[in-house]
């Protein structure tokens, strides 16, 4: 049997830095990582695209996570203490 993901990240492209009207909706999409390290890894990918990004624990894991986007980079870089 194969261990479950157990963290996701969702992420996009920055909101703030493309001035769309509000009829144009960013799209965001989530991709599940069975491993926290993982899931930091690929986080640190997209920050690194200047896209927003927000992470967490898929239920019903515990303890429940949630590493919203200005907890984000402290969380995913090791050199920040994450």
Do not use: C
């Amino acid at each position: 049997m194969t261990q479950p993901d157990i963290w996701y990240v969702t992420f996009g492209p920055d909101k703030a830095a493309h001035a769309r009207p509000r009829a144009i909706r960013v799209r965001r999409s989530t991709r599940t990582f069975k491993s926290e390290v993982d899931a930091k890894l690929f986080a640190m990918q997209i920050l690194a695209k200047g896209w927003s990004v927000s992470a967490g624990t898929l239920n019903p894991h515990q303890p429940k996570q949630v590493v919203g986007t200005y907890q984000i980079e402290r969380w995913a870089d090791p050199d920040l203490g994450g």
